[in-house]
T-cell receptor
Framework: GAVVSQHPSRVICKSGTSVKIECRSL??????MFWYRQFPKQSLMLMAT?????????EQGVEKDKFLINHASLTLSTLTVTSAHPEDSSFYIC??????????FGPGTRLTVT | GQNIDQPTEMTATEGAIVQINCTYQ??????LFWYQQHAGEAPTFLSY??LDGLEEKGRFSSFLSRSKGYSYLLLKELQMKDSASYLC??????????WGAGTKLIIKP
């Protein structure tokens, strides 16, 4: 069965609004979760590493004030895209890392900003 | 810098065998993963190699040579459902996955 869930799977929002994406670890407690973004026909781009109980670590070039990450519990991390614009339209994927460094991916969230 | 090199696209015939090669350069090395990604979906785990040699798992096998910075994924008895992108992703010294663009595999009847 699924190890990681994401909600919603698809979302369409208007430019200027905010969207929250949830990532849940179903099978084990995860102190670390990752958020990726993938544009069509491009590789996965790591946006940030979400650490339970502390601030997320953002990759260079990712605006932390625009992409708010909250890792409130060992099984839940949320990504909020604030003041979304059409260029934020993308496939957002979270992943959870086990002790053996294997990463399990959520099913992804396709965001379309109109 | 860190770099992954895989062919962009490969085509193979149903029932045949295909080998997808990957060369990498990373800051440190803690193993290498292969993932499968169907269009519009998230990646799914295929294999993990940390020692040199071949790991076989059903129709899929993965090989690693750390000294050469080289890995390959071997797919046997190809099925139409194997049409997907295959991502080679080494772990660097910080245990962070380094992603390339992947290889799009097209299976023809």
């Amino acid at each position: 069965g699924a190890v990681v869930s994401q909600h919603p799977s698809r979302v369409i929002c208007k430019s200027g609004t905010s969207v929250k994406i949830e990532c849940r670890s179903l099978d084990f407690q995860a102190t670390t979760m990752f958020w990726y973004r993938q544009f069509p026909k491009q590789s996965l781009m790591l946006m940030a590493t979400s650490n339970e109980g502390s601030k997320a670590t953002y990759e260079q070039g990712v605006e932390k004030d625009k992409f708010l990450i909250n890792h409130a519990s060992l099984t839940l991390s949320t990504l909020t895209v604030t003041s979304a614009h059409p260029e934020d339209s993308s496939f957002y994927i979270c992943s959870v890392r086990r002790r053996d460094y294997e990463q399990y991916f959520g099913p992804g969230t396709r965001l379309t900003v109109t | 810098g860190q770099n992954i090199d895989q062919p962009t696209e490969m085509t193979a015939t149903e029932g045949a065998i295909v080998q997808i090669n990957c060369t990498y350069q990373t800051s440190g090395f803690n193993g290498l993963f292969w993932y499968q990604q169907h269009a519009g979906e998230a990646p799914t785990f295929l294999s993990y190699n940390v020692l040199d040699g071949l790991e076989e798992k059903g129709r899929f096998s993965s090989f690693l040579s750390r000294s050469k910075g080289y890995s390959y994924l071997l797919l046997k008895e190809l099925q139409m459902k194997d049409s997907a992108s295959y991502l080679c992703a080494p772990l660097d010294s910080n245990y962070q996955l380094i992603w390339g663009a992947g290889t799009k595999l097209i299976i023809k009847p």
